[in-house]
């Protein structure tokens, strides 16, 4: 290891090994008028500033030889200017911009500073957030950097209202946003839906943007929690990069390389590649991964550009299912390293991704986008799962094995425009997107039987999760083989409609409608043994086919906004999104979707021009279409199939945000947020009795008393936090002996949450709890680093005080936080 470390670190040394100049450029930003521009973004490679307030500017560059500085801001065309360094200060001559909204260049994001006036891709209206009636955030890259951030976990700790759950054996991260998981469907890669498992890698991340509420008008076929979407870096016309290696605790070794730069004057060209090998406070668990992402730029014409892009990640790791439960309860003394998953466990991932869009602006005021875009993702898994322990702490481990193959295709156009009606103005989006989806489940025959090993069985061992490691335990890896794959299709369909209508420069309306129709015909199974295919209808009593699930719904989005001030914005909105649902009524028919409403409110404030932006909302969302088992069958009987439903329930969501950010003096960035959310049931079914036919032990049917109730009203859901805060402060300072030094420091808070299961009502009446409540924690990091020249390096220490805590699934995935451990970047940039 130790010479692996070694060699990474020449490498990265010897990449930047040629001599460097430094100097300060300064100079001064007019528009056609000769009047001063203040806030204009002036960047080189990494270096950048803005303008002041009287369009003056300095900045300091590590380059050799002639460079371009770039110069763009809100309204004025983009200009770049050759700079050939004169000593240690280069004064320029001043520096002209011209009016013009028509290039499709966007003003990157710096420092932590507002995006109230900014326009984010998340919301693809082209409109800016401050006239948005919806919550956004946004991670930017120097938030990326200054946390050395590898997972969208990570990034994600700094978005308020956005909860860390938990999975089975931590093989990939779950996200809770305003009490709703965020599914597969909620993640998308430069606008395109896209999957989550292997964890997303971040080195390729410019920003996250997320969209909180519901997207459903937008997007289709979201959870209602937010929509988080991946900004990836693009080629640029500057030539440049930086290569990097990241070591941390447990043998952690990380080579980057970003580099980019022009192919001709119409190409430009990025590449960023990644790999990972991590061992793990856990025992046995490792991680190796391996990232490449090429993208390429083609400018058609002036307003037309062309962006290819394609990445590929192969992750293999541990699954990992923690530290188990003891009697269906935390057990602190299994101990924060111990692994009890079996010899060989193995989770290997390969994801694929390849996406083209096309932005063609007709005039300043008219402007249309297409993406297609494939996502291919397969997973092969192996190992033991729900390690549940008695009192003795012995704990049955049974085997699993599995394969997935996933396949997807996005395609989506918006249109954009703006328009004036009299003296009303108008800013509308029409669009409309397509999904297909193909996932393929394989089914595996395991022979894990000591007595017999012919004869299929996953039972194992069964484990002392205190002394796990002791002799004689069982190491073997039982032969596995195919037994059938199962191939599911989704086709998801969607057009919208909205439109932004200035009533006057204080009050405006946003209106919109989406219209989804999705389609999931019969799945088909393969049986290997018999070596046959079958299409898998389900039916009714009478033996007639249940109808393939067609889902239609209209998704409505209407907000009012007011805007007393340039600088503050109050706004209310209404919008739903709809949950298909599985199972199928008491007559058989595919059950309908649930509709889900969402009412928000909220303030956003800048202050400081800019420097400094506190945004508040509150938020309410209703389910009152909630689906259960139903109690009675057609014929009035009392109902024993799980799978027939019916809408008796209701679930409620309601909570607070505050998000704050500001670039308040030159080198000084904060970031915090809190937010709190209570998800819980209002309204499920009753306890009731009733006879019915159940199968004895003998596999005889029987006529039998059974009983059955909805879940516990008014108690948190499983997998959601109540209080969640960030805080975040990073200064650099930025003259004297010592320019270029960082100072950092995060703290990330996580509330009370419930795991297990939440009880039944019969749970309570019988006085059984099936909940485990989880304490809330802490986690404080900081950071120390030095710039010189081209190259920096950044030392961070996480969770300073060693807080233990856990992430939990149900009541037997449960993976302890990890400990005191540090991590340090060092770059060279060229």
Not at 473 to 498: C, E, H, L
Not at 673 to 698: C, Q, W
Not at 775 to 789: A, C, E, N, R
Request: hydrophobic share 35%; net charge neutral.
């Amino acid at each position: 290891m130790r010479a692996k470390l070694f060699f990474a670190l020449m490498g990265t040394l010897g990449a930047c090994s040629f001599a460097n100049a430094q100097t300060t450029v300064k100079g001064l930003v007019i528009d056609a008028k000769g009047q001063s521009v203040p806030d204009i973004s002036i960047s080189v490679g990494n270096s950048y500033t803005k303008t002041d307030k009287n369009g003056q500017f300095q900045l300091y560059v590590a380059q050799k030889g002639a460079f371009e500085l770039l110069f763009g801001g809100v309204g004025f065309e983009k200009n770049r200017v050759t700079v050939v360094p004169r000593g240690s200060e280069t004064l320029l001559n001043e520096i002209t911009l011209h009016k013009g909204n028509n290039t499709i260049d966007q003003v990157e994001v710096k420092g932590y500073n507002s995006v109230n006036n900014k326009t984010v891709g998340v919301a693809k209206s082209g409109i800016q957030d401050k006239d948005l009636p919806q919550s956004v955030q946004i991670i930017n890259k120097q938030v990326i950097a200054d946390q050395q951030i590898n997972t969208l976990g990570d990034a994600l700790k700094n978005a308020n209202g956005i909860a860390l759950g938990a999975n089975r054996g931590g093989v990939g991260e779950n996200f809770y946003a305003r009490g709703y998981s965020l599914g597969a469907n909620n993640i998308f890669k430069n606008g395109a839906r896209t999957n989550n498992g292997g964890q997303i890698e971040a080195s390729t991340l410019e920003s996250v943007e997320v969209l909180k509420g519901s997207a459903a008008m937008l997007y289709g076929g979201v959870t209602g929690g937010a929509v988080v979407n991946l900004v990836t870096k693009k080629p640029k016309f500057d030539l440049g990069g930086e290569v990097s290696m990241r070591y941390g605790s447990w043998d952690r070794y990380k080579p980057t390389l970003d580099i980019y730069g022009p192919l001709s004057n119409k190409v430009a060209f990025r590449f960023v590649g990644t790999g990972e090998s991590a061992n793990s406070y856990r025992d046995v668990v490792t991680s190796d991964r391996v990232y490449v992402n090429p993208s390429v730029l083609y400018k058609i014409s002036e307003r037309t550009e062309l962006n290819v892009n394609f990445d590929y990640l192969k992750a293999d790791f541990t699954p990992d299912f923690g530290v188990g439960s003891v009697e269906g309860k935390l057990n602190d003394a299994v101990g924060r390293s111990t692994f009890l998953n079996v010899n060989g466990a193995f989770n290997k991932t390969n994801s694929t991704n390849g996406q083209v869009a096309l932005d063609h602006n007709f005039n300043a005021n008219w402007k249309i986008s297409a993406i297609a875009s494939l996502q291919n993702y397969n997973r092969n898994y192996y190992g033991s799962e729900r390690l549940q322990a008695n009192a003795q702490g012995l704990a049955p481990r049974a085997l699993s094995r599995s394969q997935t193959e996933e396949f997807t295709k996005n395609q989506q156009i918006n249109l954009t425009g703006a328009f004036n009606t009299g003296g009303i103005k108008h800013q509308v989006l029409l669009g409309g997107d397509a999904d297909q989806a193909a996932t393929k489940a394989y089914a595996y025959d395991i022979f894990a039987g000591l007595n017999d090993p012919s004869k299929p069985n996953t039972a194992y061992d069964i484990i002392d999760v205190f002394d796990p490691y002791k002799a004689g335990m069982r190491q073997d890896i039982p032969n596995a083989t195919y037994s059938s794959w199962t191939k599911t299709n989704v086709y998801r369909y969607g057009a919208f409609v909205q439109d932004m209508v200035a009533l006057s420069e204080k009050f405006k309306v946003l209106a919109g409608v989406r219209f989804t129709y999705q389609r999931t015909p019969y799945s088909d199974k393969f049986d290997y043994a018999n070596n046959t295919l079958t299409t898998q209808i389900p039916k009714d009593l009478a033996n007639n086919d249940v109808p393939i699930k067609e889902d239609k719904a209209w998704s409505p989005k209407f907000g009012l906004i007011y805007q007393p001030l340039t600088t503050t914005t109050v706004y209310v909105s209404y919008t739903n999104n709809f949950t298909s649902n599985t199972g199928y009524d008491v007559n058989y028919q595919p059950l309908a979707p649930s509709i889900v409403d969402h009412y928000e409110a909220g303030v956003k404030n800048d202050f400081f021009k800019g420097a400094l932006s506190a945004n508040l909302t509150l938020y309410r969302i209703n389910n009152s279409k909630f689906a259960q088992m139903a109690l009675f069958g057609a014929n009035g009987e009392g109902n024993g199939d799980t799978n027939m439903k019916e809408f008796s329930g209701k679930t409620a969501s309601d909570g607070i945000e505050l998000d704050i950010t500001g670039h308040l003096l030159p080198g000084l960035d904060i970031m915090a947020g809190y937010a709190y959310n209570f998800m819980r049931y209002t309204e499920t079914l009753p306890i009731s009795r009733y006879k019915a036919m159940v199968p004895d032990k003998n596999g005889n049917m029987v006529e039998k008393m059974v009983e059955t109730s909805g879940s516990e009203e008014g108690v948190r859901l499983v997998g959601t936090t109540a209080h969640t805060g960030n805080a975040t402060a990073f200064y650099t300072i930025q003259d004297g002996a010592v320019k270029g030094l960082k100072f950092g420091v995060s703290a990330f808070y996580t509330g009370k949450r419930n795991a297990g299961w939440n009880n039944s009502k019969i749970n309570i009446e019988k006085g059984e709890n099936r909940l485990i409540p989880v304490d809330p924690f802490t986690t404080v990091d900081v950071s120390l680093g030095y710039s010189i020249g081209r190259f920096s390096l950044l030392a961070k220490m996480a969770n300073i005080t060693n807080e233990l805590n856990y992430f939990i699934h149900e009541n037997y995935s449960v993976n302890p936080i990890a400990p005191r451990n540090f991590m340090t970047t060092l770059t060279c940039r060229f």
